[in-house]
């Protein structure tokens, strides 16, 4: 059986790779009902159904066009392949996500992100999709036409993404610095202003110990004063026992594709063997937030690897979980204890309740979010696909 990433979660479809374009077109054409299946990292049915087209595998290049700022590139690529490919051209992304080992369709379709309080997600960099449509034709469309805005965090309802055009920018360099015993006291002080200390942090946490601090300084730029809030500085620091498998760290300056990424795409990314839940919060209620999850600490503690908190600036994104609010992202990596897991993340959502949390769309929750736009975007799905051949049980079960 195939599973997910990370092996707790195994998909029940029949699984079909194929090898060209045209084979691609012609399995969805066949397909009674058909689900896209990327690089695996979702941790719920999200990607399940009865036919799972895995397009990770086709052919081509990426193709930049300098003058309008862009590359397009076959949909299944990974980030890794398109970062170290920009990189070589003195290009790049304006964000990147932990993990350089997914596909750029799978992070921008369940709305995957990386941080910085000025930094959209990843999907805010697309300017362009081509999408397989129920018989097997390509359809395209681009930013500024009627339903974009609904068309790029669309959770595979609008079809498979054959290709995926982003925007870029010229090549630059960032330097990773951590620090550690960040105290509780200190984050709560000042919840915004450490999130944004640098172009992308993140701070890392079990609830019941201190904060690791890791700030990404994008250059030319001043890193941040750490140790003015006690903080020290670490050494080389890795997310997975008994391996040093991330990007470099200790303030040495590097290309933004080898700094911003939390793991290196030689290496095996973070635990592996794991379940994941994430919720995103308006970052101006992130003090009171953190606050209410403190008070699970002891709870949490048996179950959790880690917790890590990233911001991500707001977006239009109709189903993006940053649609219109700057957020912070509480993100749990759980140990791979789906029936203890399965008791405390009830008790996560209660204590976030208050302050409206957005699940993300490719983790483990309980409780869907309603969106603005909703509506919206249930339309534009029964417009692209009238006969429902691209839905499934996880579209149903949270509402669209």
Known sequence: METNWSGTYTFTGRIERPDTLEQAQQVV????????????????????????????????????????????????????????????????????????????????????????????????????????????????????????????????????????????????????????????????????????????????????DEFSLWLKTRLPGEVFDAAALGAHPAEQTSLAEGEDNTTKQGGVPGAWSERLPHFRIDS??????????????????????????????????????????????????????GYRRTSLCVHFTWQNKPTEVAGLVPAVEAALAPFDPRPHWGKVFDRPASYERAGDFRELARTVDPQGKFRNGFLERVGL
């Open 29 to 208: 054409a066949d397909a009674a009902r058909l689900r896209p299946l990327g690089t695996r990292h979702s941790f719920n049915e999200v990607a399940d159904g009865e036919v799972l087209l895995d397009l990770t595998g086709l052919p081509g290049e990426p193709v930049l066009d300098e003058a309008a700022g862009t590359v397009t590139f076959p949909g299944g690529f990974r980030y890794a392949r398109v970062a170290t490919w920009l990189e070589e051209r003195g290009w790049a992304l304006h964000n990147m996500g932990s993990l350089p080992h997914i596909s750029v369709a799978g992070a921008v379709s369940t709305g995957t992100h990386g941080s910085g309080t000025g930094n959209g997600s990843l999907a805010t960099a697309v300017r362009g999709l081509t999408f397989l449509a129920p018989d097997g034709s390509l359809r395209r469309i681009e930013a500024g036409e009627e339903g974009f805005q609904g068309s790029v965090v669309a959770l595979g309802a609008l079809g498979p993404v054959a290709s995926v055009t982003l925007a870029v920018e010229p090549s630059y360099r960032v330097r990773q610095d951590v620090f550690t015993d960040l105290s509780w006291d200190a984050v709560l002080a000042d919840v915004q202003g450490i999130m944004g200390a640098a172009y992308s942090v993140s701070l890392f946490t079990k609830w019941t």
């Open 268 to 321: 095996t990314p973070s635990n592996g063997d794991e379940i994941q839940t994430e919720y995103w919060i308006p970052l101006e209620r992130a003090a009171d937030a953190l606050r209410a999850v403190r008070e699970l600490g002891p709870r949490l503690a048996d179950a959790l690897h880690i917790t890590e908190l990233r911001s991500v600036a707001a977006d239009e994104l109709w189903l993006s979980p």
